[in-house]
């Protein structure tokens, strides 16, 4: 199976025309065929990038006194070459980044840009934490070269800004000595709550397919 590319089934496919049809979607088809087959390239568009964005750097966070280091969670493939990342939801159970109704909305919104949520690498930050009083996360993306934030706690871990300020435009952000591309949107939890919001999500994911045409 090529790596991060969708095979769907029926159900999968369903699922995927699901989400489009509450993102406001008119329409399945564009005017030219997409290459859904082809091995995502992770290439930045050519034009209108921002200047790059350091991120904080995990290794010159405070000193924490008396307090356990924030546990991320992981899921996924290490090795993909798209990163997600997200708050994760404490009530989602011991080892989980999220309950079962929102990692069932987030599979759809990957199928409907052609990627297999279970291929890509997947990070939960801690949950019931502010960013900025956490500290910038300690993560570790070996090989992702595209990055979806996914909530207010990474948009703001990483850029800064709430998810709302910071979608609708591709980042450049230096994370570990390595520059990924990086898109920002709304949390699952967020659209399950205000379904109206999936139309601008939805165009935040067409923005992060252009990473990986």
């Keep these: 199976m ?27 088809v564009s005017d030219r ?8 390239t992770l290439s930045a568009p050519d ?22 280091e ?8 290490a090795e993909a070459g798209v990163a997600l990342m997200l708050t994760a939801d404490p009530r989602a159970g011991e080892g989980r980044i999220l309950g079962d109704s929102e990692a ?7 199928a409907a840009i ?33 990055l979806l934030l996914l909530g207010d ?3 703001k871990a990483l850029l800064g800004k709430a998810a709302g300020q910071a ?3 591709v980042h450049q952000i230096e994370l570990g000595g390595r520059l990924l591309s990086a898109v920002a949107t709304f949390a699952p939890h967020f659209l399950i709550r205000q379904p109206r919001m999936k139309a601008l999500a939805w165009a935040d994911l067409r923005l992060f397919a252009t990473l990986i045409a």
Aim: zero cysteines; glycine letters at 12%; hydrophobic letters at 40%.
């Design 70 to 77: 924030p546990k991320i969670i992981t899921e996924g493939m």
């Design 167 to 169: 979608r609708g435009t």
């Design 114 to 146: 052609g990627l297999n949520l279970d291929e890509l690498l997947r990070l939960g930050l801690p949950g019931g934490v502010e960013p900025d009083a956490a500290g910038p996360p300690p993560v570790s993306i070996p090989s992702a070269r595209a």
């Design 47 to 68: 034009t209108g990038l921002p200047e790059p964005v350091v991120a904080r750097n995990p290794a010159a966070q405070p000193e924490r006194t008396g307090e356990p």
């Design 2 to 28: 090529e790596s991060g590319v969708a095979r769907w089934s029926r159900h999968e496919a369903l699922d995927a025309l699901a989400w489009l049809m509450d993102a406001g979607v008119d329409t399945v």
């Design 153 to 155: 706690g990474p948009s």
């Design 104 to 110: 069932l909305l987030l599979g759809r919104m990957m």
């Design 33 to 40: 065929p997409g290459k859904w087959l082809k091995e995502p």
